[in-house]
């Protein structure tokens, strides 16, 4: 069984940080790309960043929304089976729950999108 499991949400003031980390556990073969997507009441969901597997080509290429570029970095951790999002310069507009996504293929049966629980992200003095 595969689960992803988000962390590092909370309260923070305009203008701080937060790092959120989303562990990959389970029956894993690969894990392709993964993603932090948000969700704000009253908004449709939001892809925020996302990062490709390392590979000859890609090398982990990320990409992110307007919205936060050159705010927030992701990142991951092969090793730990971990993709990170690093927030900086944090604005109100950024409160939401964020999820995290990943493309895995388990040791058996069908691959296919996971998907972690969600953290809130509240940003407010």
């Known amino acids: 069984q595969v689960q992803l499991v988000e962390s590092g949400g909370g309260l923070v003031q305009p203008g701080g940080s937060l790092r959120l980390s989303c562990a990959a556990s389970?029956?894993?073969?690969?894990?392709?790309?993964m993603g932090w997507y948000r969700h704000a009441p009253g908004q449709q969901r939001e892809l925020v960043a996302s990062?490709?597997?390392?590979?000859?080509?890609?090398?982990?290429?990320?990409s992110y929304a307007d919205s936060v570029k050159g705010r927030f970095t992701i990142s991951r951790d092969n090793a730990k089976n971990t993709a990170y999002l690093q927030m900086n310069s944090l604005k109100p507009e950024d409160t939401a729950v964020y999820y995290c996504?990943?493309?895995?293929?388990?040791?058996?049966?069908?691959?296919?999108?996971?998907w972690g629980q969600g953290t809130q992200v509240t940003v407010s003095s």
């Open positions: 996504k990943a493309d895995i293929r388990p040791t058996t049966g069908r691959g296919g999108d996971y």
């Open positions: 389970g029956s894993l073969f690969s894990i392709n790309n």
């Open positions: 990062i490709a597997s390392s590979g000859i080509l890609s090398a982990g290429s990320t």
